[in-house]
């Protein structure tokens, strides 16, 4: 079975039928799908500003940064959740979409970025706040990470044009 | 000239005929409203947490307030252009619909209740409001974005 046939089988599973079939399920996934966007991505773009001096300059970098970061854990399993279930209604015509493989390819990059990020640069952020600010590697992440979600939003509403 | 027929000149204006007929102006105008929309809600998810003391608490409320408050209103400025430019171009998706009619309601209520009530309790020489007011605020704040939010959505799918 490829990938195709597979995500043409997960399509019409009886599960993601009554999901497609339901008037509410559909548009209250998506609808939390797209409203969970500031809860999650929102909140590591306040973070990334921050790093990059342009939000919240009078804040120390190495305290208001891990604030923002752990109110986007409050978004991201419900992204992922939701996602998830998008994905599993519209897998087959979500399969040759360049702009959810685009965005698939985003969303891993960003995390690759954010484990870099973490490994590299959390552990010496309380050391920053001393000198000035964020060292080149972290804005670097910082405007990595900025593109990367912009990408993943611009490519999440573009596919919805393709389908 | 009527409201209608002056809508349908505008929609007729050679950039808002290139937004709608060329492939990626439309995805591309809901994209920045998309953008818009994140950083709106969570500068003001941020704002009504630190209200309530939910996140950001070792930060004072109207230093908070101040640091999120130019991200609010470019977002603002962001979401309010890109929408007027996806409702030019396809206002006949949005005149006689109802959800439409109430996102326009819940923005006018949210707009007014960020700048009248909320940045009463922010504003640098404000007392803070004691706990349940606060509670009180924050609740009517997030439920007036994100009903914004939500009528959005449901123009897609109910008339």
Redesign the interface.
Known sequence: MSLFDWCQWLQHTRFATTITESDWLFPLIEGSHILTLPISVGMILIADLRLLGLAFCSETTGRIVPSFLRLSRIGFPIMFLTGGLLFVTQAGKAYANPFFRTKMIFLLLAAINAAVYQKLFFPKMADWDSGRGAPPGAKFCAVFSLALWVGVIVCGRTMAYQF | MSLLALLQTVSSWAPIVFIRDSK?G???V??FH??G??????????LN?RLVRL??S??GLS?VAG??K??TLGAIILVISSGLLIFLATPRKYVDSHPFRLKMLLLCGALFFHFAVLRRFTAADSVAPPRPVGFLVACLSLTLW?GV??AG??I??IP
């Open positions: 990626y439309m995805p591309a809901q994209s998309l953008l929309l994140t950083m709106l809600l969570a500068t003001v998810v941020a947490l996140a950001l070792d930060y230093r640091q999120l130019p991200w994100f939010g939500w959505r449901a897609a799918f």
